[in-house]
């Protein structure tokens, strides 16, 4: 029993080494390191290279929050998460915010108490099928086989999508999206059905991806999002400017190649100045240093070249930015003015 | 009537020499009518079985024979396939396994750190080795005694003096049990052992650590639970959930066959809630409720986490195996012992257990190397286990797309383990039962 006694005793000597936490800004400075919460691996979004060093579009948000907070964007911990275990990593305080193409929902948002900072990719369902099936529309797959994964709101949205329409279909239930790469590819299904993202990057692995086409109809709205924990706010506060921070460098014409020139001296923008901390001190208002907008823009790019970079027309992912473009190209990335 | 035998003309008069043997009846072909041939029944079953296999090795064999090995991505896999053997050739690209093999061994630990978890592996294979084999000097054992703190401190690395000050806590307790036991007696002696070495551990092992750490700096790089990664993990977990499992579960077992009302009954609970939930419930538990138990901000490492939760669930499986042991011991054997005039523990050590954990070797070893596989069980709470790690991997653009190569390699990797583990056994049964006769 000595054994038993022996574990408990660690128990209590890690409770004993624990810290109450007040302000997560405090702790994550104390601590030298940001732990951001991530996928276990998603194409695109988020994986390890050979080296163990993590990369995609949602880990670049981290190491923009990680260089807006201690002007180094390696200053992070990725914690990988499951669908499972994400949400209480971020209940308990193990990460300090989730970057996980997690779906703002209103109950996650009130029930769960999680603040979402905003939205870096918007998302929706969509539909793969073979180009040698000869369909262009949504709308003309009636009675096809559909590959749906079991027990998610895609399943759901679906069924309506085909029920409003007036159209039929049978669906072929899978657990996994690595499964469903291979029944569809094995021609168990006509159609392939999930987050477009998702079907961008599933079409990037196929030996011919050319002989594959997404349908242009999106059937649902799944806005991702990086989000944080209920009541702290002012920590809320730096992540949702950090992202709003990337998509101003955008339309602003902030980029990684010339945050420092602009940066060097006030220039006749005076928001540029004011994000960049040449004019005014918006950081302290944070409780960040002044240059944190440029350690931020400079820790991976502006929105549109963390984009491009990770999932854009460019890479094996290869999405366009859509509703994702800048409001003023017609999408729906917009960032309240930095006054 | 040896006339008539010489006379008659279809008698032989000298004896034939020795004929081989028909073709028929002879080595191979004997052997495949026999037993391949015998019957319409055989004859079907044996080509069907000719077909399968065929069917299986034609497919498989081009795949491994024709295996890429350099390659820096999928895509560049297919192209070298593409230009050596045409776009319709079956080829695994085992590059992903040049490329990332140290990802799937080792995880997240820095790669100038690799020395660690290889050189605890040489060790602990060496460790173990005099009590596996007892044709050793007994004298080793302290060696094997000493390296569950030899390894924490390779793997884990920190201050050489917290390991000490953990090492020197157990000490501690055995010599309460030796001093108090003259003095007072078997419980005194226990609840000694058991509140000295935890009175030490928080209240004096912190700062004397840090004390000797000042004077004496010694000690490696600090690794962190997370960075632990690949088979580096499962082994860690499957190692340190069977080396405390067994001692647990034996004493459980006892408890359970025991006398006294409130251990038997305890350990019987324990047993039973154990073993009537999944394992993946106990690591959800581990990971998820335990988070809202604990005070906010507390940070008990997940990786410890697991290793208890597996530990107690392994515990109640060989408790069950040990008491079958126990139970097919003969009643004289126990009453032998008392007769003899041994204490409960005397005759458990020298009379009972041997013989019960004789019997149980077989199940024990069956309940370890499936121990050892439920490991990969962790990969539902986020630990980048070697099938995590296939998830990762794919994830990377690189990859994308890549599955059976990163599953053989697993797959023979575990079977590498498991299988040492089964011959073992079997040598050690072996072994035990030419003692006997």
Redesign the interface.
């Known amino acids: 029993?000595?054994?038993?006694?022996?574990?408990g005793?660690?128990?209590?000597?890690?409770?004993?080494?624990?810290?109450?936490?007040a302000a997560t800004l405090d702790?994550v400075k104390a601590r030298g390191k940001l732990n951001c919460g991530v996928?276990?691996?998603?194409?695109?979004?988020?994986?390890?290279?050979?080296?163990?060093v993590w990369?995609?579009f949602d880990v670049a948000f981290c190491r923009a929050v990680a260089a807006a907070i201690f002007g180094d964007p390696t200053a992070v911990?990725f914690?990988?998460?499951?669908g499972?275990?994400r949400f209480?990593?971020l209940?308990?305080?193990?990460i300090d915010m989730l970057a996980r193409n997690t779906t703002w929902t209103f109950s996650r948002d009130t029930d769960l108490k999680f603040d979402f900072t905003g939205v870096n990719y918007y998302d929706g369902q969509g539909f793969m099928v073979p180009k040698s099936l000869g369909v262009s529309s949504a709308k003309d797959l009636d009675g096809a086989t559909v590959c749906i994964q079991t027990g998610t709101t895609t399943e759901l949205n679906l069924a309506d999508f085909f029920r409003s329409n007036n159209i039929s279909y049978q669906p072929v239930p899978i657990q996994t999206n690595?499964e469903a790469?291979?029944q569809y590819l094995a021609g168990a299904c006509d159609v392939y059905t999930t987050d477009a993202s998702g079907l961008a990057?599933t079409r990037?692995?196929?030996?011919a991806p050319a002989d594959h086409i997404i349908l242009p109809e999106i059937i649902s709205k799944e806005p991702l999002g990086p989000l944080v924990r209920h009541g702290d706010n002012a920590w809320g506060d730096i992540v949702m400017w950090t992202q709003n921070a990337l998509v101003s460098a955008e339309e602003l014409g902030i980029t990684s190649a010339n945050v420092e020139e602009m940066a060097s001296a006030p220039t006749n923008n005076p928001e540029i100045n004011r994000i960049l901390g040449t004019e005014g001190d918006l950081g302290a208002m944070m409780g960040l240093s002044k240059d944190w907008g440029k350690n931020a823009i400079l820790a991976g790019g502006n929105y549109g070249e963390i984009f491009e970079k990770n999932i854009g027309e460019n890479?094996?992912?290869g999405l366009a930015r859509g509703l994702n473009a800048l409001w003023t190209e017609g999408g729906l990335q917009y960032s309240p003015p930095f006054r | 009537m040896s006339d008539i035998h010489a006379q008659t003309a279809y008698v032989r008069t000298a004896m034939l020499p020795q004929a081989a043997p028909p073709v028929r009846e002879t080595g191979a072909v004997k052997w495949v009518r026999e037993n391949l041939f015998s019957s319409w029944l055989n004859i079907i079953l044996t080509l069907a079985s000719i077909w399968f296999v065929w069917t299986v090795v034609s497919h498989l064999f081009p795949w491994f024979y024709n295996s890429i090995w350099r390659a820096k991505s999928?895509?560049e896999c297919?192209a070298i396939r593409d230009a050596t053997l045409g776009p319709d050739a079956s080829a695994a690209c085992f590059a992903v396994i040049t490329?990332?093999w140290?990802?799937l061994l080792f995880?997240?630990y820095p790669?100038s750190e690799y020395w660690r978890p290889t050189l605890s592996l040489v060790l602990l294979v060496v460790g173990i080795l005099p009590m596996l084999f007892t044709t050793l000097p007994r004298k080793l054992l302290w060696g094997t005694l000493a390296l569950p703190f030899v390894l924490f401190f390779l793997l884990w690395g920190g201050s050489i003096w917290t390991t000490v000050m953990v090492a020197a806590g157990f000490v501690l307790?055995f010599a309460a049990i030796k001093i108090l036991t003259p003095i007072g007696g078997a419980i005194l002696a226990a609840i000694g052992?058991?509140l000295i070495?935890?009175l030490f551990?928080?209240y004096a092992a912190g700062p004397l650590a840090e004390s000797l750490h000042s004077i004496l700096p010694i000690g490696l790089e600090f690794v962190?639970s997370?960075d632990f990664g690949g088979f580096m993990v499962s082994t860690v977990i499957g190692v340190a959930g069977i080396a405390?499992s067994l001692?647990?579960g034996i004493?459980l077992a006892l408890g359970r066959k025991s006398d006294l009302f409130i251990v038997n009954k305890l350990s019987t609970a324990f047993i039973e809630i154990i073993r009537g939930v999944p394992l993946i419930v106990w690591l959800?538990t581990a990971?998820?409720l335990l988070?809202?138990f604990?005070?906010?901000?507390?940070?008990?490492?997940l990786l410890?986490r697991v290793i208890?939760m597996v530990t107690l669930f392994s515990a109640a499986y060989i408790a069950e195996v040990v008491r079958g042991g126990l139970a097919a011991l003969p009643k004289g054997q126990y009453e032998g012992a008392d007769s003899l005039g041994l204490s409960y523990w005397q005759s458990m050590q020298l009379i009972v257990l041997p013989q019960a954990l004789k019997i149980s070797i077989p199940g024990i070893v069956n309940s370890f190397i499936g121990l050892f596989k439920d490991t990969t069980l962790v990969?539902?709470?986020?630990?980048?286990d070697p099938i995590?790690l296939t998830?990762?991997?794919?994830?990377?653009?690189d990859w994308?797309?890549i599955?059976w190569e990163l599953y053989v390699f697993i797959g023979l990797m575990f079977f590498i383990f498991c299988f040492s583990m089964g011959r073992y056994s079997l040598y050690l049964e072996k072994k035990l039962q030419r003692e006997h006769r």
């Open positions: 029993m000595n054994k038993t006694l022996f574990l005793a660690l128990t209590v000597a890690s409770i004993a080494a624990a810290a109450s936490s702790d996928t276990t691996g998603l194409p695109g979004f988020a994986a390890p290279d050979a080296n163990g990369e995609g911990e914690v990988p998460t499951t499972e275990t209480t990593a209940q308990s305080g193990e690595a790469q291979q990057a990037a692995t196929f030996e890479t094996p992912i | 999928l895509t297919r490329d990332r140290k990802q995880g997240f790669s307790g052992a058991v070495p935890i551990w928080i962190q997370k405390l001692p647990l004493v959800f990971s998820l988070n809202y604990l005070p906010p901000g507390t940070n008990f490492d410890l208890i990969v539902f709470i986020g630990i980048l995590g998830n990762s991997i794919r994830a990377s653009t994308n797309g599955y």
